[in-house]
């Protein structure tokens, strides 16, 4: 796995600060339809139709990141659905339920922001239902809001934290019995395309992505789930989490431990649909060692996804138009969808 270190240096720090600007620097960009998934206000998907007017174009499933805290929302990525829209894709950007500072409790008992001075990350089980559910209804909106999209050739694509939600969208049919997202079959897709997700749970937790993330999208306390030590995170075997003692592992926290289990892509392998990832090495923010953790889980299980690392690249140039990393992006989401 790449060595990362636990402190980056000035130069890291400033090379992902530059980065950040140029990917946030890009105005949004209006898409040409929006239609609702559900009630709520944040259950909308935007529409962006290929920009050359082709019909049968391949349909991307785009989901943000932003660590599923409330600040972020899908406007930030809007730039890459139109420069993917004008790369002959459809694209379907979503819109989900994400942790803010209203949240009393992901879990009962728990204090506002524990551990934490931000927004809480995701909410449960709010954050799942939506992205199923905005899944679930893709073929119908998307038919009916874009008819030149080809439903039957969808990649679902997703950056950060929403490159977790990709995946995991692609592994609802391997979720534990009883899970209420659990899918009977796999879910008729081309393939996904994950841009530095958060991609294994435990080895976010031990690397302390994202100020602890992970952690509170499963209602856990930070010291209960790195047990004092992020070394030794899960009993320090990343690739047996949630193997064996469950009540061991996460600290013993067991509602974090049972959430997981219905959460963590690095443990709903192996998926049988086609996976890439991409990844850059000079990420500060979701190392790749998160990304590479996923890759030999899954090898270990029998699945290959592919990983691409690219060098010189921190995490937000993988959805800046601006940036070469952008073309990347969308030559792999090509290979899947073509």
């Keep these: 796995m790449t060595d990362f270190p636990g402190s980056p240096d000035s130069a890291a720090r400033e090379r992902d600060a530059a980065e950040s600007a140029s990917a946030f620097a890009h105005p949004a960009v209006a898409p040409d339809r929006t239609a609702a998934y559900g009630d709520h206000p944040d259950q909308v998907v935007d529409f ?76 449960w089980p709010e954050t799942f239902d939506d992205v199923a559910a905005a899944l679930d209804a893709m073929p119908a909106l998307a038919s009916r809001e874009l008819p030149g999209a080809d439903v039957r050739r969808i ?35 081309r393939g996904v395309v994950a841009l530095a997700p958060i991609a294994d749970f435990a080895t976010a937790v031990g690397l302390g992505v994202c100020g602890g993330a992970v952690t509170q999208l499963l209602g856990g306390e930070a010291g209960s789930v790195l047990g004092g030590e992020a070394g030794s995170v899960l009993g320090g075997d990343a690739g047996a989490v949630l193997g064996g003692d469950a009540g061991s592992a996460l600290g ?19 998926t049988g649909i086609a996976t890439a990832i991409v990844h850059g090495v000079e990420d500060i923010v979701v190392p790749p060692a998160v990304s590479e953790a996923y890759v030999d889980a899954a090898a270990r299980s029998g699945e290959t996804v592919g990983l691409t690392l690219l060098g010189g690249v921190g995490h937000f140039p993988l959805i800046d138009p601006s940036a070469d990393a952008c073309a990347v992006v969308a030559e792999e989401l090509a290979q899947l969808a073509w």
Excluded: C, K, M
Aim: net charge positive.
């Design 252 to 270: 013993g926290d067991a509602v974090a431990v049972e959430r997981a289990a219905h959460a963590d892509p690095g443990v709903l392998l192996p």
């Design 155 to 189: 990649v679902v694509s997703g950056h950060s934290a929403g490159g977790h939600l990709a995946l995991w969208a692609a592994a609802r049919h391997v979720l534990p019995e009883g899970s209420p997202w659990r899918l009977p079959a796999p879910p008729s897709l």
């Design 48 to 123: 962006y139709a290929p920009r050359d007017g082709r019909t049968g174009a391949p349909l991307v499933v785009l989901l943000h990141g932003g660590a599923w805290r409330s600040p972020y929302d899908r406007a930030h990525v809007s730039p890459l659905a139109d420069f993917l829209a004008r790369r002959g894709f459809a694209v379907a950007n979503v819109e989900y339920r994400r942790g803010g500072d209203d949240i009393p409790r992901q879990r009962d008992g728990a204090e506002p922001g524990a551990g934490s001075t931000g927004p809480v990350a995701g909410r």
